[in-house]
Structure formats: structure tokens, C-alpha cells
């Protein structure tokens, strides 16, 4: 089964910048496309970035996606690192069904 | 723009629950809809989703369990969880797919099997 891994964890200091991984456990990441998602404690999800690099119209430009072909992987990174930020982060995905495939959520600690 | 689960529950394993999503402020009949789950402290798992025709996909863990329908006279999309197993646990989101993601989220509702 296709796998998307994401670090447990991560931290950053105010004011800095923290990237969060997304790796695909097979194929090509890059043939389809990647979303994040932010969730904060007891709400949804909601979007972030999504076709591997799109901001959604509101979300900062602080946010940035992008796609690593060469270790299957995607990143999200997060610079101006404001105590706002803290949350949980889902990348998300699709295996060869096309069905949808969420990453194991990386919790953003602005410190 | 809202979505609103409802029908969740403690339900003993092997029984049975029925979820219900009603959808307000856009044309429902023009989005294809999903179900998310969540267990505590875990992250997202995809469940299943239903097209404007009214098809449907599963994931593996729920097909031949669960069944996913839309009834769009009402506005609303439904979740029949059948078979129930503690691992079923879970908050479960409705989700409208925009043109690339799953836009619109409801607040889910909580799903609890135990004996």
C-alpha cells in the first residue's frame, strides 16, 4: 500500500523557518499531486497548499509547497514562524487507485 | 458554506450506525462528497466518496462494511457503518471535494465502539 511518512515532530523559533517533510513509500510523487493541510487542536483540517506548491487565497505567503523529485518527496515549509503556526500538518496524496492518501501528520511546536 | 455531521455514538462491536452529513449555502448536487476519520491522537485516514452520478469508492479497510450514499432532494450524504470493530473508532468529516481538494469540512461527529 502506497505510504506517505511525515516527521513526528518539529520545532522552530519564532521569527524562523521550519520545513516539513512528506516522503512517498513508492512511484513517483511528483505524478500526482500533493496537498497540505493545517489542523489545530479540536477542528478540521483545512488547506494550506495545495497542487504540490499553490497557496490558497488567504493563507500567507509565508507557506510555501514544493516537490523533490529525485527523494520522492514533498515539503512544506513555513518561514516568519509566528505562534499562530502551531499545529498539525498533513500532507495528502494519491495511490494507484486514486484514492486519497493522508501522511501520519507532523505537530509544528513554535517555541 | 456548512456542512454538519450527525449520528455518532457508542455502539457495541458488530453493531451497526448510520452517519448523516446535510450540506447548506452552496449546490450540492455539483460536488462530489467524502468521509474522513480520525482516531484519538492519530492522524487522517481517507473512508469513502461519493460522485455527483452517485458513485462510489471505499478504502480497504471499510469496503464490504460501510456504504456511502447521497440524497440530494435533502441535501445530504450518508455513511452506513455496519460490522463495527473497536478500530472503527473515530471523529468522522464530511468533506465537499472542490476542484483539487477536499475544501469544505464539517466538525465532525464522534464514533465510539466498545462493548
Known amino acids: 500500500n502506497f505510504m506517505l511518512t511525515q516527521p513526528h515532530s518539529v520545532s522552530g523559533s519564532p521569527g524562523k523557518a521550519v520545513t516539513i517533510s512528506c516522503t512517498g513509500s513508492?512511484?513517483?510523487?511528483?505524478?500526482?499531486?500533493v496537498q497540505w493541510f493545517q489542523q489545530r487542536p479540536g477542528s478540521a483540517p483545512t488547506i494550506v497548499i495545495y497542487?504540490?506548491?499553490?497557496?490558497l487565497s488567504g493563507v500567507p505567503d509565508r507557506f510555501s509547497g514544493s516537490i523533490d523529485s529525485s527523494s520522492n518527496s514533498a515539503s512544506l515549509t513555513i518561514s516568519g514562524l509566528k505562534t499562530e503556526d502551531e499545529a498539525d500538518y498533513y500532507c495528502?496524496?494519491?495511490?494507484?487507485?486514486?484514492?486519497?492518501?493522508f501522511g501520519g501528520g507532523t505537530k509544528l511546536t513554535v517555541l | 458554506v456548512q456542512l454538519v455531521e450527525s449520528g455518532g455514538g457508542l455502539i457495541q462491536p458488530g453493531g451497526s450506525l448510520r452517519l448523516s452529513c446535510a450540506a447548506s449555502?452552496?449546490?450540492?448536487?455539483?460536488?462530489?462528497m467524502h468521509w474522513v476519520r480520525q482516531s484519538t491522537g492519530k492522524g487522517l485516514e481517507w473512508v469513502s466518496g461519493?460522485?455527483?452520478?452517485?458513485?462510489?469508492e471505499y478504502s480497504g479497510s471499510v469496503k464490504g462494511r460501510f456504504t456511502i450514499s447521497r440524497e440530494n432532494a435533502k441535501n445530504s450524504v450518508y455513511l452506513q457503518l455496519n460490522s463495527l470493530r473497536a478500530e472503527d473508532t473515530a471523529v468522522y468529516y464530511c468533506?465537499?471535494?472542490?476542484?483539487?481538494?477536499?475544501?469544505?469540512w464539517g466538525k465532525g461527529t464522534t464514533v465510539t465502539v466498545s462493548s
Open positions: 449555502g452552496f449546490t450540492f448536487t455539483d460536488y462530489d
Open positions: 513508492s512511484g513517483s510523487i511528483a505524478s500526482s499531486s
Open positions: 461519493i460522485g455527483t452520478a452517485g458513485d462510489t
Open positions: 495528502q496524496s494519491y495511490d494507484s487507485s486514486n484514492f486519497w492518501v
Open positions: 468533506a465537499r471535494l472542490g476542484l483539487y481538494y477536499m475544501d469544505v
Open positions: 497542487e504540490d506548491d499553490q497557496r
